[in-house]
Each structure stands twice: as structure tokens, then as C-alpha cells.
Antibody
Framework: QVQLVESGGGVVQPGRSLRLSCAASGFTFSTYTMQWVRQAPGRGLEWVAVISYDGGIIYYADSVKGRFTISRANSRNTVYLQMSSLRTEDTAVYYC????????????????WGRGTLVTVSS | EIVLTQSPGTLSLSPGERATLSCRASQSVPSTYLAWYQQKPGQAPRLLMYGISTRAAGIPDRFSGSGSGTDFSLTISRLEPEDFAVYSC?????????FGGGTKVEIK
């Protein structure tokens, strides 16, 4: 079954760290660019980060640059989001998403999504 | 940054009716780089449309996309019970990519 399953969310205090994982199955993970997108309560979707199929290209939204790190382990079919110096405004459901491209580049739209994992930053 | 404004916020319709959702951009979206997604509570979002009018795999032909420049639309020709959800547009022609706030299509 083609799917993405996120894990690692929870409640964390401001300034602390958290690592999210996204396990992929049912497709050739190592050929796809992967992305993270988040949605704060009552708000629209917000793009967070992207990593190319081989990890050679990485970009971040300005709102998380310097605090979040995206990485992947193709041998484990998993993409990660390491979040540090968390702020209350990082509270959101975090979605892992597959980019609409394979190794031919980044298409910047998302053709497969996970159900998301909730991160709550609160003291 | 391109701001996408979706209207209406909520659309109340009956099954079988036609739904037209609007997505307006604060500046012209380059080329055809606009997508639409469907979200249901507790489920993974689903890609409906990319390149303005190209249906994603498995999307029925009652869904259609149109528009150019700053004005885009998603039309559902005849609403099925499973179509009641939140719909979001996304532009990916200009950095940073951005999403609209969503339109909720609810059962009247």
C-alpha cells in the first residue's frame, strides 16, 4: 500500500527540541523528493522544508531556517524533521508529503500525503 | 510572497449540485503552477489538480480546474457525498510556495 506515516509529535516546552519521522511504503522512496508541510490550528497549510531524492538539495521556509533540519535515510525509507528552539508559533499538524517529481527535479506540488502528527509547543 | 485568497469561506450545497470555488492571487502566478487539494478531518490531504487543470491520478472527471494569471477556479460538476470537504489551492511558481486559506464545502 502506497502511504506515508508520520510519528514523533507531542507536547514540548518552548526552546526544546523534537524529531519527527515519516515512514514511506509502497513506492521507490529513494527516487522521490520529499517535503514537510504544516498546518497551525485554524490556519492554512504552510510549506516547511524539502529534500531531494539523494539529499543533495535542501531548502527551508524562512520561518524555520536555522532551527529545523530535514534529512532522509533511503535505506530505511524514512524522512526526518529535526526541530530545535521550538516556539509557540510552531504548534501545528506536521504533514510529510511526496513531491510530484522523481529524480528529475522538484515539482513543488505534493502528490501523496501522510495523515500528519500534532506538535504542540506550550509551557 | 504571493498571497492566495479563497472564496467563499464556506459553501453550503446539496448532493448533485454544482460547486465553484475561487482562488485569487495577489500577483500573477507564473506559468501554470497552481494546484488544488482536498482535506477531510483525520485524513491525509489529497492532490486533486496540478498545472491548473491536470487531474491527479484517480481523480474523477467531475473535478475540473481553470483560470490564469491571478484568478483560478475549481469546479465540481455534481457533488457526491464524498466531496464534502475542505479545498485548498497552492501556487508553486514563485518562492516561497504558498497555500490559500481553504474553502469548506458542506452539506446544506
Amino acid at each position: 500500500q502506497v502511504q506515508l506515516v508520520e510519528s514523533g509529535g507531542g507536547v514540548v516546552q518552548p526552546g526544546r527540541s523534537l524529531r519527527l519521522s515519516c515512514a514511506a511504503s509502497g513506492f521507490t522512496f529513494s527516487t522521490y523528493t520529499m517535503q514537510w508541510v504544516r498546518q497551525a490550528p485554524g490556519r492554512g497549510l504552510e510549506w516547511v522544508a524539502v529534500i531531494s531524492y539523494d539529499g543533495g538539495i535542501i531548502y527551508y521556509a524562512d520561518s524555520v531556517k536555522g532551527r529545523f533540519t530535514i534529512s532522509r535515510a533511503n535505506s530505511r525509507n524514512t524522512v526526518y524533521l529535526q526541530m530545535s528552539s521550538l516556539r509557540t508559533e510552531d504548534t501545528a499538524v506536521y504533514y510529510c508529503a511526496r513531491d510530484g517529481s522523481t529524480e528529475m527535479g522538484i515539482k513543488w506540488y505534493f502528490d501523496l500525503w501522510g495523515r500528519g502528527t500534532l506538535v504542540t509547543v506550550s509551557s | 510572497e504571493i498571497v492566495l485568497t479563497q472564496s467563499p469561506g464556506t459553501l453550503s450545497l446539496s448532493p448533485g449540485e454544482r460547486a465553484t470555488l475561487s482562488c485569487r492571487a495577489s500577483q500573477s502566478v507564473p506559468s501554470t503552477y497552481l494546484a488544488w487539494y482536498q482535506q477531510k478531518p483525520g485524513q491525509a490531504p489529497r492532490l486533486l489538480m496540478y498545472g491548473i487543470s491536470t487531474r491527479a491520478a484517480g481523480i474523477p472527471d467531475r473535478f475540473s480546474g481553470s483560470g490564469s494569471g491571478t484568478d483560478f477556479s475549481l469546479t465540481i460538476s455534481r457533488l457526491e457525498p464524498e466531496d464534502f470537504a475542505v479545498y485548498s489551492c497552492q501556487q508553486y511558481g514563485s518562492s516561497p510556495l504558498t497555500f490559500g486559506g481553504g474553502t469548506k464545502v458542506e452539506i446544506k
